[in-house]
């Protein structure tokens, strides 16, 4: 009975309760999608990489080492020399080493060489491998793998032929129009950094830089072999590197660590990406103190509106205390209107948070990078919704002990 009154009432007063309604729904929309999206962004930068042991290059701060390794960001300041890569992917422990090489680039996206082991090993997410939405791995010298949103944005096909440039700039006044690549494989969309990188051989990336083009001569650049002696790589970026036993990770980290040979650096990714991720806590915390200011001026409004309502509604209160409502069933009255404003608020919130999420996930995905899951129903997303009802109870206290004064009248 009293939720029915108290429907009844909100309905009858349904101007400012819509608008009260409407204000605690885009509070609870803000707070909700910066906690949701924070998780995710979150996910996603752990997922960037998995199943790698260690990535190996040369010594730096861990963190320069994982940004320009696996999110192509920023620059190395050395490179591995070959005999120091072979050193290190002949040792016993190494299952499996995947070396990269960066420095150039195609109209702002990274270029990476590599060999055919980054697609057979590298892995993100929980442990899925990259596969090809179009096309195969390169198996030539001027063959070439593009990254999912790299095909999109560009517009590019299987056949097509590009051309690189030198450097990591977006814009870049040496480009290696002698040596074009043809595309031979469109990988499928992954979420990560590997979406938005060009893949070729370490072949490859030696034949462009050579001082005579490879291909100026009789031989066409298809039937140039990948075993030819002057397109054998001198050095490396970086190497990824997977081990037979996680028993021997830290072993064989110090090892790379204290070699006097050359000075190398190894790290563990998962170890570097919550050290990134701890770096920017303090943006995480401005971004949650915001949403939670929003929400309580939001309450605050909903305390504000109850309270101018109290006045206007006296001859309704004494219609109530006529037919034998008490003050303490008034004051939970304005009590369970409060609350009803706020589940409403809520339903229609993660109703439209969702619907959302759904029509902006391809676009994220496309556009940023980003894998968010339409699903907003996170633990802590649900205790913030906990949160938030017993923060509404405690607004709608003054509204209600203000009816229960004028019952008692």
């Not at 929003?294 to 006045?311: C, E, H, R, Y």
Request: zero cysteines; proline letters at 4%; hydrophobic letters at 45%.
């Amino acid at each position: 009975m009293l939720l029915q009154i108290a429907s009844k009432s909100l309905w009858h007063r349904k101007g400012s309760v819509m608008l009260t309604i409407f204000a605690v729904t885009v509070s609870i929309v803000v707070i909700l999608a910066t906690e949701h999206i924070r998780q995710q962004a979150k996910t996603n930068f752990a997922n960037s990489v998995s199943g790698v042991d260690l990535i190996v290059g040369t010594r730096t701060g861990s963190l320069n080492l994982l940004l320009y390794s696996v999110f192509r960001m920023g620059a190395p300041t050395n490179n591995i020399s070959w005999q120091a890569y072979q050193s290190v992917s002949q040792h016993n422990a190494v299952k499996w080493a995947v070396p990269i090489s960066l420095g150039d680039s195609h109209k702002g996206y990274r270029v990476l060489g590599t060999t055919t082991n980054y697609f057979t090993y590298f892995s993100f997410g929980q442990q899925q491998q990259l596969s090809f939405e179009a096309g195969r791995a390169f198996n030539g010298v001027f063959e070439l793998v593009l990254g999912s949103e790299v095909a999109k944005r560009l517009g590019y096909q299987l056949g097509d032929k590009l051309i690189l440039s030198h450097g990591i700039g977006s814009t870049s006044f040496t480009q290696h129009k002698q040596s074009p690549f043809q595309v031979v494989g469109i990988l499928a969309p992954t979420g990560t950094p590997v979406d938005r990188s060009l893949h070729v051989s370490l072949q490859g990336l030696s034949a462009v830089h050579l001082a005579r083009p490879l291909n100026s001569g009789q031989q066409p650049a298809s039937q140039v072999s990948m075993a030819a002696p002057e397109l054998q790589p001198t050095s490396v970026t970086a190497v990824m590197l997977g081990l037979t036993s996680k028993m021997r990770v830290f072993q064989l980290q110090r090892q790379i660590n204290t070699d006097n040979n050359e000075p190398l650096m190894a790290i563990l990714p998962g170890v570097a990406l919550q050290e990134l991720w701890q770096t920017m806590s303090v943006v995480e915390k401005a971004l949650r103190l915001i949403s939670a200011l929003v929400v309580i001026s939001a309450l605050l409004g909903l305390s504000a509106m109850l309270i101018s309502s109290i006045n206007e509604r006296r001859q309704e209160i004494k219609l109530l205390r006529m037919i034998g409502a008490s003050p303490l069933f008034i004051y939970w009255f304005i009590e369970l209107e409060a609350m009803l404003i706020v589940i409403v608020s809520a339903l229609l919130a993660t109703g439209l948070l969702s619907t959302g999420l759904i029509s902006a996930q391809h676009y994220l995905l496309n556009h940023y990078g980003l894998a968010i899951t339409p699903n907003v129903f996170s633990q802590a997303n649900v205790i913030t919704l906990l949160l938030i009802a017993v923060l509404a109870f405690i607004a709608a206290i003054p509204p209600a002990l203000s009816a229960f004064r004028n019952a008692k009248q």
